[in-house]
């Protein structure tokens, strides 16, 4: 009778507390993960002592949402709220006037909404649980409102549960010392999710930089000053690509091979050939970037050709030299082959190409794997690139870019000025 209350025996391993001395707990995750539960379990464990009128570790608990009226619907009355989790004999009493949880031992928990930040100044808690604090409008002060209201007992800590976004506040509480993060994708919950569901979301934001974010509870940087941002990468995106005239790979090489190596970055795009150069339009289909040996990316670069019907393969040669195009042929002898110099940085290179999807004219294909590559582009600028690594997917998008739409754009209007 007892085993369904047991939520150690049911735990995933995100859901259960790290060991340590930490202050705050970061259950990061994509939707439905499981984090409610986690938190509204975590608050039991605080406050449930070895019987319903034994106190516990904590007597007074903050729990924190982005309105009262999600606190009461998600934190406390929700599905996975703490009223469903806890046995008959120890579930606590809403008081509704006064906004808490009673337990029979004495320990309350309060509600908190996040438009209400002075609400915390006074109060004062042994633990938090705060949800969704990566959405809020007033995150910063009613974070730094409720550090100085855990004041109580000897050691106060804190969960936050919430899908990751970019946002000062998050990073903030990710970078102290005293942060510890579990992390889980959706698809670690999926025993308690419909399967039309994970088949929806995933076939409609799998692979994109949107589904990574809220999927797989990955923290996304948008970089000040960026070429690119989320909002225009989702205005991007299709479903399904036209008949193209012409599609390439593009292949930005690693020369050399191993786990420490860089990326080869390999996009496969095409282009719709209708009217002038300056009103076609290009799609992006695939990133089948790979790390490993020369004979590894070139293998994957001709297999990326056969897939998509691609007439010709371009590359970077600045590092490589003839190294690369001999790699090439010693997979193929016959593969139509073009090597591209740089001249210019990078950020100098991609601003062109920036500049044509703010025009509208490159769409991403959904289903063509390309959050790693949006991630990339997001954090190019003009100054360069301020990621971690090189942009290696993103160097071969651009000179795919270059290839088909800036060079023929290029082409066409120097016989123009020439007639003037």
Known sequence: MALPWLFEFWALPHQLPPEGDWKSWVIMGGRGAGKTRAGAEWVRRMVEGPSAAA?????????????????REVMIFGESGILACSPPDRRPVWE???????????ATATCYSAHEPEALRGPQFDAAWVD?????????????????ALR??????????????????????????????????????????????????????????????????????DVEGALWTTAMLEAARQ?????LDRIVVAVDPAVTGGAGSDECGIVVAGVEMRGEPRDWRAWVL??????????????AAIAAMERHGAERLVAEVNQGGDLVESVIRQIDPLVPFRALRASRGKGLRAEPVAALYEQGRIRHLRAGNLGALEDQMCQMTVRGYEGRGSPDRLDALVWAMHELMIEPAASWRRPQMRRL
């Open 55 to 71: 106190p516990g570790r904590c007597q007074r608990v903050a729990l924190v949402g982005e309105t009262f009226d999600q606190v």
């Open 96 to 106: 509704a006037g006064r906004k808490r949880l009673v337990w029979a031992n004495g």
């Open 132 to 148: 969704e604090l990566a959405k809020w409008k007033k995150a910063e002060d009613v974070w730094d409102m409720l550090q100085f």
């Open 152 to 221: 109580l007992g000897e050691h106060p800590q804190q969960v936050i549960t919430t899908t990751p976004r970019n946002v000062g506040v998050l990073k903030r509480i990710l970078g102290n010392a005293s942060t510890v993060v579990t992390h889980a994708p959706t698809d670690a919950n999926r025993a308690y999710l419909a399967e039309s569901f994970l088949a929806e979301v995933e076939a409609r934001y799998g692979g994109t930089r949107l589904g990574r974010q809220e999927l797989e509870g990955v923290l996304l940087d």
């Open 239 to 243: 479903d399904e690509a036209p008949r």
């Open 286 to 299: 695939e990133d089948a970037s790979v790390r490993g040996g020369p004979t590894d990316w070139a293998r």
